[in-house]
C-alpha cells in the first residue's frame, strides 16, 4: 500500500471548515484514499473514503486530485467533538480483506 | 447494533501473570482485527481474522501473544506470560469484507 504525509498538528476555529491535507503521490490506480480519526480514549472511527471522485456524506467531504496524488478532508464547520487525530491511509481493496495501516496522522486542536 | 464490545476496560496486572482480553464483534460481520496502540509506534496491527480464521498473524510481537477466534461472536487476545512492555491500549476491529472497520473502545492494559 502507498505511503501517506500528514502535518502533524493543525489548529482551527469552531465554527469554521477544517481542511486536512494528505499526500500520496505514490498511489496506485486501485488504490482507495481512507480517512478515519481517533479522539481521545476512544477506537478509531471510520469517515469516508474515495477512489478518485470527490465523495461527501454526513460527516465530511473527501477532495482528491485530479492526478490523485493528494487529497484534503474538509469538515465543513467544525466543532470542538472534533479535536481528534485523523488518518489518511491509501490501500487496495482486494478480493476480501480489509487491512488498514495506521501512520502518525494529524492531530486537530478545535478552539473556542 | 450494540458496536464492538471489548472486555475488560481496563486491566492491571503483574510481570509473568497471564492476560486475556475478549471482544465481541459486531454481529453479522466476517472480518476481525486486533490493534494495539502505544505512544512511541502508534496503532500496530497484530493479527486479523476472516471467518473465524487468521489471515495474517506477522503483526504478533512474539510467542508470547496468542489470538483466537473460536466463533463468529467472539475473540480472544492472550498474552503469557505478560511484561511491562506490553502496557498498551489494544483494540478489536470487525468489519463485512470491503466494508470500513468498526472499532471497540478498547482494553488500556497496564503491566507492572
Known amino acids: 500500500d502507498a505511503k501517506t504525509t500528514q502535518p502533524p498538528s493543525m489548529d482551527c476555529a469552531e465554527g469554521r471548515a477544517a481542511n486536512l491535507p494528505c499526500n500520496h503521490s505514490?498511489?496506485?490506480?486501485?488504490?482507495?484514499v481512507y480517512w478515519y480519526r481517533q479522539i481521545h480514549s476512544q477506537g478509531p472511527q471510520y469517515i469516508i473514503h474515495?477512489?478518485?471522485n470527490n465523495e461527501t456524506n454526513e460527516m465530511a467531504s473527501l477532495i482528491i486530485t485530479e492526478d490523485r496524488k493528494s487529497s484534503t478532508l474538509i469538515l465543513p464547520h467544525a466543532t470542538l467533538r472534533d479535536t481528534a487525530v485523523y488518518y489518511c491511509?491509501?490501500?487496495?481493496?482486494?478480493?476480501?480483506?480489509?487491512?488498514?495501516?495506521f501512520g502518525a496522522g494529524t492531530r486537530l486542536a478545535v478552539h473556542p | 447494533d450494540a458496536g464492538v464490545i471489548q472486555s475488560p476496560r481496563h486491566e492491571v496486572t503483574e510481570m509473568g501473570q497471564e492476560v486475556t482480553l475478549r471482544c465481541k464483534p459486531i454481529?453479522?460481520?466476517?472480518?476481525l482485527f486486533w490493534y494495539r496502540q502505544t505512544m512511541m509506534r502508534g496503532l500496530e496491527l497484530l493479527i486479523y481474522?476472516?471467518?473465524?480464521?487468521?489471515?495474517?498473524d506477522s503483526g504478533m510481537p512474539e510467542d508470547r501473544f496468542s489470538a483466537k477466534m473460536p466463533n463468529a461472536s467472539f475473540s480472544t487476545l492472550k498474552i503469557q506470560p505478560s511484561e511491562p512492555r506490553d502496557s498498551a491500549v489494544y483494540f478489536c476491529?470487525?468489519?463485512?469484507?470491503?466494508?470500513?472497520?468498526?472499532f471497540g473502545n478498547g482494553t488500556r492494559l497496564t503491566v507492572t
Open positions: 476491529a470487525s468489519s463485512l469484507v470491503g466494508t470500513p472497520l468498526h
Open positions: 454481529s453479522g460481520h466476517n472480518s
Open positions: 474515495g477512489l478518485k
Open positions: 481474522f476472516n471467518n473465524n480464521v487468521p489471515i495474517d
Open positions: 491511509i491509501v490501500r487496495v481493496v482486494p478480493g476480501g480483506y480489509n487491512k488498514l495501516i
Open positions: 505514490t498511489i496506485s490506480g486501485n488504490e482507495y
